[in-house]
């Protein structure tokens, strides 16, 4: 018989319903809405989805109706970002829109990460690497720490981490998906390292299962193949034949060696000193990874 969800769990889980239910009374009371330049909007960094694809028909609607339901953005630093409508923003460019009806609030980034994260506990599509992103924020969430650092303990080895493990077995009951931990660690955190133009390339409507088997090609080869991905000449069997005929040069083992201590070299202590908390965190969970390979 499974265990239940841990208290740790129900109470981050809670955390986010919190957070979601609060900013759907916002919606529900009317509040002020301002018209926005879509340009003066930037997605949210905390949405883990990637696949944008399908847009068509909601930007043939808004073509003809208009944004009926306002987007939700709060102010950062940096400008307006989207909490909530990023579907909506992105349909409205399709549609040709200048601008769209915005409500705006204060919101910390624990607020903003946290309705994104019940916004996709919702979803029943999620691809792999939306699973790995959404389960890593619950994970962090449960053990109240970064998900860099949440990380950085599944991958770990040498001790067992067994709050860790228990975060991780509880985020995957409830995402529907049953992977033990190796699995996970193996097969799906290492798609969040996914470079950022094949994110983009995926974000346009290209297919996830094709576009992450170019983290195994070359830049030449990608630069070549994204093209045909993207206008849907080439799917999975296509780079998956044309990998096997054009395998990737090996570097000599002193070529390694050198690129290996080239790296290193760069991790001085003032570099060091320059990171975030998040790089750091980051930087922790490669150098794990680097371990792992050479032990």
């Known amino acids: ?25 916002i919606q529900q009371a009317r509040p002020p809405v301002q018209y926005v330049a ?3 909007l930037t997605p949210s960094p905390f949405q883990a989805r990637l696949d944008f694809a399908g847009l068509d028909s909601l930007a043939q609607d808004i073509r003809a109706n208009g944004v009926l339901q306002p987007l939700l953005a709060r102010t950062t630093k940096a400008g307006l970002e989207l909490i909530a409508g990023e579907r909506r923003w992105r349909a ?6 200048g601008e769209v009806p915005v409500v705006i609030r204060e919101a910390t980034d624990e607020q903003a990460r946290l309705y994104n994260l019940k916004e996709n506990l919702e979803r029943q599509d999620l691809n792999a690497f939306e ?15 970064t998900p860099g650092d949440a990380r950085a303990r599944l991958v770990a080895r040498g001790s067992q981490d067994v709050e860790a493990e228990l975060a991780l077995e509880d985020a995957l009951r409830i995402l529907g998906r049953d992977l033990t931990r190796l699995s996970f660690t193996k097969h ?15 974000r346009r409507g290209a297919s996830f299962n094709a576009v992450r088997l170019l983290r195994r090609a070359t830049a030449e080869q990608q630069a070549e193949w994204l093209p045909l991905i993207e206008s849907g000449t080439w799917g999975v069997r296509d780079i998956e034949a044309a990998l096997q ?21 760069l991790a001085s202590p003032k570099r060091l000193d320059h990171l975030t908390a998040q790089q750091k965190d980051k930087l922790k969970a490669l150098l794990q990874q680097v371990s792992d390979l050479l032990n």
């Open 131 to 145: 699973v790995a992103s959404v389960a890593l924020d619950l994970v962090a969430l449960a053990l109240s720490t």
């Open 245 to 265: 005929a054009t395998p990737r040069p090996t570097q000599t083992r002193s070529e390694l060696a050198e690129e290996t201590r080239r790296v290193l070299r």
């Open 38 to 40: 879509v340009v003066n």
């Open 188 to 202: 799906y955190l290492p798609l969040l390292d996914l470079p950022e133009h094949l994110r983009d390339a995926i």
């Open 1 to 25: 018989m499974s265990r239940t969800i841990s208290p740790a769990m129900q109470a981050a889980m809670q955390r986010t319903q919190s957070v979601a239910q609060d900013i759907k009374q």
């Open 92 to 97: 409205a460019q399709l549609a040709g829109l």
